[in-house]
């Protein structure tokens, strides 16, 4: 049976880029990182304009645990569209696993400016700055994601984790008590909620 490189290589120049593209994406889907890596950096090898490629090229690195090239490929793809929303999100997830919480935050904010309505954005955000100790600006940031998206569990754990950061306790535990009435089984929330119970009934 014919490699798929060289199967291709063999087609029209004009369609080889998006054909490795594709099979990049196909690779993707079927979790073989790797490959899926190669097939995206011969397509930018003919093609090294595509931003869709390299931001693509990022995601199946990261997969691999390749981070510090998945971080090289989103850096690239936005040098080509800085408003690729997509990339700048990825990428600061990427900078957050790695503890750089600045440049992390830059990253979630420019996604967030470009796509203000993408909810996944602003809880992003806001876990980068509570990991930077800028809890009322993270606080902000998940009560926007919140807005956006009321079913949104983990920017609602979010939020409340960052009232109780903030000493307000009858925030935290009302915005628990919401959780668990959308999903009685999210057991952190119901955890926190008994943590709060408890120290409030400590004897003074």
Request: hydrophobic residues 40%.
């Amino acid at each position: 049976m014919k490699d798929w490189r060289a199967e291709i290589s063999a087609l029209p120049k004009e369609k080889q880029a998006d054909a490795f593209s594709e099979k990049g994406d196909e690779l993707l889907s079927t979790g073989d990182f790797d490959k899926a890596a190669e097939a995206y950096r011969l397509s930018i090898q003919l093609d090294p304009s595509s931003e869709a490629s390299h931001y693509n090229l990022g995601i199946a690195l990261a997969r691999a645990g390749r981070i510090d090239e998945a971080i090289a490929a989103y850096n690239e793809a936005l040098n080509i569209a800085p408003d690729y929303a997509e990339a700048h999100n990825n990428l600061g997830n990427l900078l957050m696993k790695k503890k750089m919480f600045p440049e992390a935050i830059e990253h979630f904010t420019e996604a967030a400016k470009i796509n203000p309505e993408v909810a996944n954005s602003h809880n992003n955000l806001g876990i980068a700055l509570a990991n930077s100790g800028r809890t009322n600006e993270a606080a902000a940031s998940f009560a926007r994601a919140v807005s956006l998206d009321t079913n949104y569990l983990e920017a609602r754990f979010n939020l409340a984790q960052s009232h109780l950061a903030r000493g307000d306790t009858n925030a935290a535990a009302s915005e628990l008590e919401q959780l668990l009435r959308l999903n009685p089984n999210f057991s952190p929330a119901r955890q926190v909620i008994e943590q709060i119970s408890r120290t409030a009934n400590v004897p003074k």
